[in-house]
């Protein structure tokens, strides 16, 4: 439970490393959710019914939404350019998790993503509610109300698959590498930013606490199926860096970057 | 379930989980025959399948008021 000594409307008075610790937060859940809605939206078409590429879509619109959310609190607050982040930064400098990083080989891809990588941003979103920086945490609440329908959508297709000879395998393999490219994307226990974040009263629990939750309902969900979940390997955290979450060499796939953007629409900006 | 908006009737069943649009479900009237859908949020959150952490009925003392 967050224990909050004080409350900030804006940076000022907020004791290093905090401000840069959020800033960092903020902008790896928001890389993470343009890439889930990317895939989601790119998921409009070609799902295994007429249903799920109608929820697919509705995911992708409220990714999105979360997104502009996020962005407009890295501006106001950061000075942070929203079409540049999107637009104009290099692939490595996207904080995204690394699961979203390459095109979804199938639907048991999706489903990990929907079920596995969704619910870790939400684990965090969840964490700051009780956020001292008092923008966070008057947004959270209306993410995580859409959230659970995400969860609720994930866990329904994880049974579903799950429960067939044909796919559980695929299923168990894509959850293992969702759940082990997250536990990289949460970081290393001790983490100065992570630690002066959980004293200073803006987020409830570490990133390995929050790491253990997500596993751990990962887990109970999968232990209600016949998926058996291999143990997720201890990540290679050397060098890991808390403003790209990511392994050194690793980055979006151009070509998704090259769809998700409008470089190749900007003489058809309105302004 | 929602009661039918067009005749009342309290004997539907849920279609899908998702209509035209995320926050939607559809149902189905058996009594008039007729589709429609119902707004998810609020009450029918206690019917979702949800890991414990997101569930609106737990005893949360860090929900903001």
Not at chain 1, 109 to 117: C, G, I, K, S
Not at chain 1, 252 to 264: A, F, N, Q, S, V
Not at chain 2, 14 to 34: D, Q
Request: charged share 25%; proline share 7%; glycine share 8%.
């Amino acid at each position: 439970m967050i224990q909050t000594v004080a409350t900030y409307d804006s940076l000022e008075g907020m004791v290093a490393p905090c401000p840069e610790g959020l800033h960092h937060l903020i902008t790896a859940c928001a890389d993470t959710k343009l890439l889930l809605g990317y895939h989601y939206g790119e998921w409009t078409f070609g799902t295994p019914e007429l249903e799920a590429a109608v929820a697919s879509c509705s995911l992708s619109q409220a990714e999105l939404g979360h997104v502009r959310l996020l962005h407009a609190i890295l501006k106001k607050h950061w000075n942070e350019d929203p079409e540049g982040l999107v637009e104009r930064r290099g692939s490595s400098q996207f904080a995204n998790l690394s699961f979203l990083d390459a095109p979804l080989a199938d639907w048991s891809d999706f489903v990990a993503m929907n079920a596995v990588v969704d619910l870790a941003i939400t684990h965090v979103l969840h964490s700051l509610r009780g956020c001292a920086f008092l923008p966070v945490q008057g947004s959270t609440e209306k993410m995580l109300d859409e959230e659970r329908y995400h969860a609720h959508h994930g866990r329904g297709w994880f049974r579903t698959l799950a429960s067939r000879d044909g796919t559980r395998e695929r299923l168990c393999a894509a959850t293992a590498r969702a759940l082990a490219s997250a536990a990289l994307w949460y970081g290393p226990a001790g983490e100065p930013e992570d630690e002066a974040l959980v004293a200073g009263g803006f987020k409830s629990a570490t990133n390995p606490d929050l790491f253990g939750a997500l596993e751990s309902d990962i887990r109970a969900m999968a232990a209600a199926t016949d998926c058996r979940l291999p143990p997720i390997p201890a990540p290679g955290f050397g060098n890991w860096n808390p403003a790209t979450r990511r392994p050194a060499g690793t980055a979006p796939d151009d070509e998704i970057l090259y769809h998700l953007r409008g470089t190749r629409n900007a003489i058809f900006k309105l302004n | 379930m929602p009661t039918c908006p067009f005749c009342d009737s309290a004997d539907t069943v849920r279609e899908t989980p998702f209509g035209t649009s995320l926050m939607v479900a559809r149902h189905y009237c058996r009594t008039c025959r007729s589709f429609f859908e119902n707004i998810k949020w609020g009450d029918r959150e206690a019917d979702l399948d949800l890991p414990g952490f997101l569930r609106p009925d737990r005893d949360d003392p860090e929900r903001p008021a």
